[in-house]
């Protein structure tokens, strides 16, 4: 969706941060501890320095967590996956790990990003750049000629990146590293909807740097490339709760199934909002059909959110949990693939590393399991709240001269005296008072546009 929303002039992103309390400077000791471990980066002894490994990120990112390489293999494919080894960088209790426990991950601004190590690690000697001798977690699995997992091995490695390639540049152009990213990755997506995996695939608001120095706001959906990406992270995320629930002691990713009444609350819903569920279909085999930029389909994606809330972390040591699954993977699920950037996904990995060498976690680690879920819980909440106010930021910064005029714009939901709404022509979504139909295409008036409340308010035309 190309709906591009500008705004002229600076905005005072660092008073939000500040705000939400989003920690600024590291500490001395953090920068001195994490320099020294810099000067010196400890490297395994298993070299797979020959594997042609190469990362996929956004535009101008240094914070590098994965590499991959992708290869047929008796049939079937073999995917390595590097994720950088921020452990062999991080020992538990030092200085930077506490500092990482208060962060709890990496806070993105459109003015640059608050991260959760000191950048001479996150954006240097732990990130997998390119020609770089680095330290990783190596994940090695095998999957047969329909996608599913036949092998799977992880340990240390020194690993070298080949290339840092961005999404565009490769939606644009699929090099030749990558060839088989397109095929594994839509048989990964086959197989999840077969899981009764649920992948909503809404757009997402996203604040950049204009050309004039003034910002834009778009709603930015997911590209073929990026979801394909996902998909190896997502198998990787699955063979490490797999290794967690037979070892018997981890941290996962957990999200309660869709409650039976909110499916047939979802169902009910179909036909009015032009939604084919034919008969025996999940909702994701539903989802997965349908169009965000269509005004309807957009409004059954907003109500389907209903099916993935309650997401969080479990920790267990001994009994696996009663429940274990993720609803939105269509199976157990872990984070360990972006250990650079959130703070769960280092001690996942440590007890992945420990588990498939034979050995049991070391007691200290066991024992920081229990604390994770609470501090990524309050990191999560600070960051999305972050996340929310600076797109309300700039959404009522651009709107604040244009009080009273009147918008096309689409319906998202509706509660008994308001309702949200989605701008037709710009990427803007805010509360509309007065009850209002899901999925009209209706015409709204502005009535409030406040910078320094950060809010914006509609009704009904």
Known sequence: MARVLKVSGPLDFAAVRAEFEVPAEFPPDVLAEADRVAAAPPLPDHDATDLPLVTVDPPGARDLDQAMHL????GGYRVSYAIADVGAFVPLGSAVDAEARRRGQTVYCPDG?????????????ASLLPDQLRPAALWTIDLDAAGEITAVDLRR?????????????VGADLPAELELLPEIGRLLQARARDRGAIELGTPSQ??????DGGWTVAFRGQSDVEGWNAQISLLTGRCAARLMLEGGVGILRTLPAPDPGAVEALRRLAPGLGVAWPDGAGPGEVIGTLDPARPRHAAFLDAATSLLRGAGYTAFDGEAPAEPGHGGVGGPYAHVTAPLRRLVDRFGTEVCLALAAGEQPSAELRAALPELPALMAASDRRTHAVERAVVDLVEATMLSGRVGEVFDAVVLDAEEKRS???LADLA?????????????????RLTEADP??????????
């Open 428 to 444: 803007v979504q805010a509360r509309c008072d007065g009850r209002l139909t899901p999925g009209d295409v209706v015409r709204v």
């Open 420 to 422: 949200t709404v989605v």
């Open 452 to 461: 320094a409340t950060r809010t914006v308010r509609f009704a009904p035309a």
């Open 157 to 169: 490695a020194r690993v070298r990146s080949r290339a840092q390639l961005d999404y565009v540049a």
């Open 113 to 125: 990003r608050t991260p959760l190590h000191p950048p001479q690690l996150s954006e240097g000697a």
């Open 71 to 74: 290869a047929r293999r008796d």
């Open 206 to 211: 996203e604040v950049e740097p204009g050309p």
